[in-house]
C-alpha cells in the first residue's frame, strides 16, 4: 500500500477522522471545539 503524503501523515489523519471526530458527539461544545482544533493543528500542520 502506498501513502500519497507518507505513513505518519496518515496516521495523523486517521486519528483526526476516526478517533476524534466521534468523540466529538459526546463532549461538551467548548471542550470539543479545544479538541478539534488543538488535534487539527497537529495532524494537518505540515499541510498549511
Do not use: S
Request: proline fraction near 4%; include cysteine.
Amino acid at each position: 500500500m502506498k501513502f500519497k503524503r507518507g505513513f505518519k501523515q496518515y496516521c495523523k489523519e486517521f486519528v483526526h477522522n476516526v478517533i476524534v471526530h466521534p468523540m466529538l458527539m459526546f463532549m461538551p461544545v467548548e471542550t470539543a471545539e479545544k479538541l478539534h482544533d488543538k488535534n487539527a493543528d497537529w495532524a494537518f500542520r505540515d499541510r498549511l
